[in-house]
């Protein structure tokens, strides 16, 4: 019986492998797609997030960035980062530099499935695709089916369900910042990803194609080639309830284990903070301290993000949050650095 099997490797469940490994921990991913596995994601990570991964001793080519900036119009604000830089980076990318790790510190990566309905634990032992562990990390993405067939599912609660749409376009990056453009019913995330070439990630409730997201904002395309380098790659609902990430021996982490939108750009950051917390959870022999440790983790990711998905929401506040982050400086900076 091995200490932890990991359902799911993408950086979430890759992170949580390294963890386990430089811990001492036997751990196995079972992941049934080749890599590097792509998904529509803004691509851009935190300082935090940089951190956390050099801590892992993964290295990985990325253009930095200092910021956030804010744009509705001509109206902008910007808001550098106090302590380091954040990095933008191809998604495929990251999954490469984990997977490189996990395989220096000999991670079998096993090509299987993690059915949640077939999962089986008692209280001493997780029994998924053929392997028995001590315990199981579900790191099987936004839509879990082992989240949902544990029944740790909530309803998603108030407001309209928002998608996630992204594109990449070569062309110089034109900012050493994070841009976010706000129109009436969406917002566009330009992340440099390399010296030749920007992602383009839009976030709405609307169901419409890319081209007809992108039309929305006009300063933005006027800066952008008329054909895009990738294809469209597309997420959502985002917003994911969850009653608990643990129960019994199997704990959630990454999208997994929950998700409010991707409006505050936290989502690889908290990944691997929750990470961390899980494997030192399964080390010391005890999952219940996990649903705490995870609500630390992320509780300022969560506050802050509800909150400005909250004002998003009302016609009368929407229009007014680039002016009220233009007009405050340093409460914008403040905010940032709090998700940085």
């Known amino acids: 019986m091995i200490d932890l099997l990991v359902a799911g490797g993408g950086p979430a469940g890759l992170a949580t492998a390294i963890h386990a490994a430089r811990s001492g921990l036997d751990v196995v991913v079972a992941e049934p797609r080749r890599g ?3 998904k529509a994601c803004g691509e851009g990570v935190m300082p935090g997030g940089v ?3 050099a801590t892992l001793g993964i290295t ?6 200092r910021g956030i900036r804010y744009l509705d119009g001509q109206m902008e604000a910007e808001a550098h980062f106090r302590d380091g830089t954040g990095l933008g980076l191809r998604r495929t990318a990251l999954h490469e530099a ?7 510190l000999g991670v079998p990566v096993l090509p299987l499935r993690v059915d949640g ?3 089986r634990q008692d209280r001493g032992s ?3 695709a ?3 562990a001590r315990y199981l990390a579900a790191a099987d993405g936004l839509h879990s089916p082992i989240r949902r067939s544990l029944g740790l599912d909530l309803p998603p609660g108030t407001g309209g369900r928002r998608y ?4 990449h376009f070569a062309v110089a990056p034109w900012s050493d910042c994070v841009e976010v453009h706000w129109s009436a019913n969406a917002e566009a995330y330009v992340t440099p990803v390399g010296p030749g070439l920007v992602g383009v990630a839009v976030l709405t409730a609307d169901r419409a194609p890319y081209e007809a997201q992108l039309a929305r904002f006009p300063r933005l395309a006027a800066r952008l080639p008329a054909a895009a380098a990738t294809a469209t790659r597309g997420a959502g609902p985002l917003r994911q309830r969850v009653r608990t990430p643990v129960s019994g021996r199997t704990l959630l982490v990454g999208d997994a284990a929950g998700y409010i939108d991707a409006l505050t750009g936290e989502g690889i950051s908290t990944a691997l903070a929750a990470a961390a917390h899980l494997v030192r959870c399964v080390r010391d022999d005890r999952p219940e301290d996990y649903g705490e440790a995870w609500r630390r983790a992320s509780r300022r990711h969560r506050a802050l993000t509800g909150a400005l998905l909250w004002a998003r929401g009302r016609p009368g506040l929407a229009p007014r949050i680039v002016p009220a982050a233009a007009r405050f400086p340093a409460l914008f900076t403040a905010a940032v650095n709090q998700l940085a």
Request: proline letters at 6%; zero cysteines; a positive charge.
């Open 126 to 128: 997780v029994t998924a």
């Open 130 to 132: 053929g392997i028995t």
């Open 98 to 104: 984990l997977a490189r790790r996990a395989a220096e």
């Open 164 to 167: 996630g749409l992204r594109r």
């Open 117 to 119: 309905r077939t999962l």
């Open 36 to 38: 590097p596995v792509d």
């Open 51 to 53: 951190r956390a991964l």
């Open 60 to 65: 990985v080519e990325g253009r930095p960035f």
